[in-house]
């Protein structure tokens, strides 16, 4: 149970993770299916990878959906996507269930949802969730994000990393201008102005420098908007939700990527861009980030958004440093493989019924 797909306009790293497992688990026999939102032009069913994709009401209503499926298909087992909101499938549901959470969103409800129904969203995430899956096995991506469920109350969280496929052929040079990416969903918590404000400043001493924004999502017009109020609209580009061969096209031509992420579960295009051998700069706070980019190796980790745009400005300038960090990247890029994801996953589902009801060292996260 997801909420959306990689087709669906506003898919991402979260959900490349859910569809690479249930590819990987279907090559281990597992029968699977993907029941996730529609979105206009969607069919109402579609078959990739041997997996079944069910694209069932909207954004809001899918949690709905998924639980009438549950309900009435009635699976041997439930993965139960919390990105914010369970879809309360352990209420049709005793044994079984186990829930994925990317990372918890206390800080983004506030942006993305002002007022009480962010409050009403923070309170089913951190209140509601946590006793409702009690005996459930949970499952996270990074150190970071078990911790932060620890701190909700959830005992036992196991942590299964995102993998990282090998890049693929060098398809472009590197740009011959300095060039920074930013990749992934437009959305408030996205903070791609951050990387914005980071070309600006740049751009003071470096006239030619440019931003790449790879991705859409529903608060692009605002994004825009801002560009043109900085008179930035020579120096972004947009390239939209773009097919993977032009997204690998796209980290060819960087020289850094941007990840000003208010907050990520581990940061899936951080391992994309060092299969390129592109370092990272993304926020300490972030949480993920500070596993999947090692911090002054394959990239920099800021504290504020000073740092930020002044941490960019300053691995544009210096190629040095900045091709000490890429070969950096490049070394680690190989560390997380999917393959070692699919087979933690297959340990988890053969044993989560057994494993519900245990103590709390049933499932301890490394």
């Given at each position: 149970?997801?909420?959306?797909?990689t087709?669906?306009?506003e898919?991402?790293g979260?959900?490349r993770?859910?569809?690479?497992?249930a590819r990987?688990?279907?090559?281990l026999?597992?029968?699977?299916?993907?029941?996730c939102?529609?979105?206009?032009?969607?069919?109402?069913e579609?078959?990739?990878?041997?997996?079944?994709?069910l694209?069932r009401g909207?954004?809001?209503?899918?949690?709905?959906?998924?639980?009438?499926?549950?309900?009435?298909?009635?699976?041997?087992?439930?993965?139960?996507?919390?990105?914010?909101?369970?879809?309360?499938?352990?209420?049709?549901?005793?044994?079984?269930?186990v829930?994925?959470?990317?990372?918890?969103?206390?800080?983004q409800?506030?942006?993305?949802?002002?007022?009480w129904r962010?409050?009403?969203?923070?309170?089913?995430?951190?209140?509601?969730?946590?006793?409702?899956?009690?005996d459930?096995?949970?499952?996270?991506?990074?150190?970071?994000?078990?911790?932060e469920?620890?701190?909700?109350g959830?005992r036992?969280?196991e942590?299964?990393?995102?993998?990282?496929?090998?890049?693929?052929?060098?398809?472009?040079?590197?740009?011959?201008?300095?060039?920074?990416?930013?990749?992934?969903?437009?959305?408030?918590?996205?903070?791609v102005?951050?990387?914005?404000?980071?070309?600006?400043?740049?751009?003071?001493t470096l006239?030619?420098?440019?931003?790449v924004?790879?991705?859409?999502?529903?608060?692009e017009?605002?994004?825009?908007?801002?560009?043109?109020e900085r008179g930035?609209?020579?120096?972004?580009?947009?390239?939209g939700?773009?097919?993977?061969a032009?997204?690998?096209?796209?980290?060819?031509?960087?020289?850094v990527?941007?990840?000003?992420?208010?907050?990520e579960?581990?940061?899936?295009?951080?391992?994309?861009?060092?299969?390129?051998?592109?370092?990272?700069?993304?926020?300490?706070?972030?949480?993920?980030?500070?596993?999947?980019?090692?911090?002054?190796?394959?990239g920099?980790?800021?504290?504020?958004?000073?740092?930020?745009?002044?941490?960019?400005?300053?691995?544009?300038?210096?190629?040095?440093?900045?091709?000490?960090?890429?070969?950096?990247?490049?070394?680690?890029?190989?560390?997380f493989?999917?393959?070692?994801?699919?087979?933690?996953?297959?340990?988890?589902?053969?044993?989560?019924?057994a494993h519900?009801?245990?103590?709390?060292?049933?499932?301890?996260?490394?």
């Amino acid at each position: 149970m997801n909420w959306r797909d990689t087709t669906n306009p506003e898919g991402g790293g979260s959900e490349r993770y859910v569809e690479e497992v249930a590819r990987g688990l279907a090559v281990l026999g597992w029968s699977v299916t993907v029941l996730c939102a529609a979105y206009p032009g969607s069919p109402r069913e579609a078959r990739r990878d041997n997996v079944r994709y069910l694209y069932r009401g909207t954004k809001v209503t899918v949690y709905l959906r998924g639980l009438l499926h549950t309900l009435l298909s009635r699976p041997d087992r439930v993965v139960d996507v919390q990105n914010g909101l369970p879809f309360f499938t352990r209420f049709v549901r005793r044994t079984g269930v186990v829930v994925l959470v990317h990372h918890v969103h206390q800080e983004q409800w506030p942006v993305v949802y002002p007022g009480w129904r962010g409050r009403l969203g923070w309170w089913l995430e951190s209140r509601v969730a946590p006793r409702l899956y009690r005996d459930c096995s949970y499952v996270t991506v990074s150190s970071a994000s078990r911790d932060e469920l620890h701190g909700l109350g959830v005992r036992a969280v196991e942590v299964i990393h995102n993998g990282t496929d090998p890049a693929p052929p060098r398809q472009r040079q590197r740009a011959a201008v300095p060039t920074v990416v930013c990749v992934g969903r437009i959305v408030p918590h996205k903070q791609v102005e951050h990387a914005v404000d980071a070309i600006a400043e740049a751009r003071l001493t470096l006239p030619s420098a440019q931003l790449v924004v790879v991705g859409s999502g529903w608060w692009e017009e605002s994004l825009r908007s801002y560009v043109v109020e900085r008179g930035l609209e020579d120096a972004v580009e947009f390239r939209g939700h773009v097919s993977e061969a032009d997204k690998h096209a796209a980290y060819d031509e960087a020289w850094v990527l941007a990840l000003p992420s208010l907050k990520e579960g581990w940061g899936l295009v951080v391992g994309e861009a060092a299969g390129h051998g592109v370092p990272a700069v993304a926020y300490r706070s972030a949480g993920g980030p500070t596993e999947s980019v090692h911090d002054g190796h394959s990239g920099v980790l800021v504290d504020t958004a000073e740092e930020f745009t002044a941490t960019i400005t300053a691995l544009l300038q210096d190629q040095t440093a900045r091709n000490a960090l890429s070969a950096g990247a490049t070394a680690t890029a190989g560390q997380f493989t999917w393959t070692a994801t699919v087979a933690a996953w297959d340990r988890v589902l053969t044993g989560s019924a057994a494993h519900e009801g245990r103590p709390a060292t049933a499932l301890t996260g490394p």
